[in-house]
Nanobody, 121 residues
Framework: QVQLAESGGGLVQAGGSLRLSCAAS????????MGWYRQAPGNQRELVAR???????NYADSVKGRFTITRDNAKNTVYLQMNSLKPEDTAVYYC???????????????WGQGTLVTVSS
C-alpha cells in the first residue's frame, strides 16, 4: 500500500510565499500523476496544479504565473511553490496521486489529509 502526507501550510500575509510538500510512502506501487487541489469554505474542491509522470504540468488560471508544481522522483515527493499569495488562495490544500501496481495489476487514487493555508490582507 501507499500513503500521502502533506506539510507546509500556515499563515502568511498577502504577497508572501509558502511551499507545500507531499511525500508518498510505500514501495508496492509506482506513483504516476500527482497534483494539488484546494477547498475553501462554501466552495467545491478545485484543481490547483498537476504534474504527470513525464513532467507535463497544468495549472488553474487563477494561479498561473504565481504557483509552480515540481516533483522529486527519487523521494516520491511533489511540491507546490506558492508566490504572491492572495487572500482568495486561503483554503485547505490536498495532495492527490495516481498509483499503479503491475503484478497483480491494481490502480489507486490517493488523497492526503490536507494542510491549511491562510492568507491575510
Amino acid at each position: 500500500q501507499v500513503q500521502l502526507a502533506e506539510s507546509g501550510g500556515g499563515l502568511v500575509q498577502a504577497g508572501g510565499s509558502l511551499r507545500l510538500s507531499c511525500a508518498a510512502s510505500g514501495s508496492a506501487f509506482s506513483i504516476t500523476a500527482m497534483g494539488w487541489y484546494r477547498q475553501a469554505p462554501g466552495n467545491q474542491r478545485e484543481l490547483v496544479a498537476r504534474i504527470s509522470s513525464g513532467g507535463r504540468t497544468n495549472y488553474a488560471d487563477s494561479v498561473k504565473g504565481r504557483f509552480t508544481i515540481t516533483r522529486d522522483n527519487a523521494k516520491n515527493t511533489v511540491y507546490l511553490q506558492m508566490n504572491s499569495l492572495k487572500p482568495e488562495d486561503t483554503a485547505v490544500y490536498y495532495c492527490n496521486a495516481a498509483a499503479v501496481r503491475l503484478s497483480p495489476f491494481k490502480t489507486l487514487e490517493l488523497w492526503g489529509q490536507g494542510t491549511l493555508v491562510t492568507v491575510s490582507s
